[in-house]
């Protein structure tokens, strides 16, 4: 016997097309919507940290420079957030990129930071 299957968001009994998971479209957008507002809350805090570290690499490197080192102390003194990038890349002499959406750092012994605006 075959099991009866329910609509995900209301529990009503499903007919017609096994792949069916929602009753109706409503009850689709429903699941759709609560699905987005879970993302968007457990993303909040995060997003901030990412966008507060982007607007604190572009507020040091300023609009026309494509590249800048500085003190590692100014990252700091800002309350940069070290524990968070978009992504890394380790290139050949095996020195880590640290990307911040469309920036980019690396930080050096001398306790520098060369930060860069990449080209998306
Ligand atoms: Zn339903």
Redesign the pocket.
């Known amino acids: 016997m075959r099991e009866k299957r329910k609509?995900?968001?209301?529990?009503?009994e499903l007919v017609g097309r096994t792949d069916k998971r929602?009753?109706?479209s409503?009850?689709k957008a429903n699941y759709h919507k609560r699905l987005s507002k879970s993302t968007k809350c457990a993303t909040a805090e995060i997003d901030k940290i990412l966008h507060r570290n982007r607007s604190i690499l572009l507020e040091i490197i300023g609009k026309g420079r494509s590249q800048m080192k500085v003190p590692l102390i100014e990252l700091e003194r800002r309350k940069f957030n070290f524990n968070y990038m978009t992504k890394y890349i380790t290139n050949k002499q095996g020195k880590v990129y640290h990307y911040v959406y469309d920036f980019s750092y690396m930080t050096f012994s001398s306790n520098e930071v060369l930060i860069i605006r990449n080209k998306i």
């Open positions: 609509c995900t968001i209301c529990g009503k929602f009753c109706s409503l009850c």
